[in-house]
DNA sequence: CATCAAAAACTCC
DNA sequence: GGAGTTTTTGATG
């Protein structure tokens, strides 16, 4: 660990999270395998002080506690600090996902009426796309206008998983 | 400028 | 009516 984020590995019935925290809080989250494309470069890259260590072993906790929590079908108790750097306008669509309580689901135009931009629902599915921290930020909760599924960064059928475990009933797809 | 995990309007059967 | 296609729309790289 030097210049760059903690990377601290996850393991869990889906496979192997990554889990990365600046020294302010979480910053991103990996899928097992999923595209690489992450870039790490848009948050401060401090060096995180050694000092801050167990700092962040106690959110890996933390983390790791709410994702399986997550992925075993039930809601999280409590979740990390986040530091998931956006622009303003995904740091709005992040929040307002959050917002959605564990077993629900929202659509894209909700969201977009949510931060006062009806009209930007494309944009929030891109910044759904954009969100650094799957599944903790509930991005999966997040449907189409009528109940149906639409993408997922980490794959459709995980998508359906995820909802199903939380109880969700989805439209005939 | 092209793209994107949308949505509504607009076609054509 | 319903299924497919096109058009609009806002933020992003």
Redesign the pocket.
Known sequence: MKNNFFELPIPTREGEFIARYSKKGLAEMDFPATRPTRRVD?TSLREVSAASADLVSRWHRTTEAALKNILAGRAAKTLPPLDTA?????QAVWRELRKISFGKTK????IAQAIG?P?????????????PV?IVVP??R?I??SGKL?????GLPLKKRLLQMEGVLLAVI
């Open positions: 848009r956006g622009t303003e306008f995904q659509s894209y135009g909700e931009k009209k930007a629902v494309r944009a929030v599915g891109a910044a759904n796309g954009a969100n799957p991005c999966h997040v189409g206008s639409t993408g997922y960064g980490g």
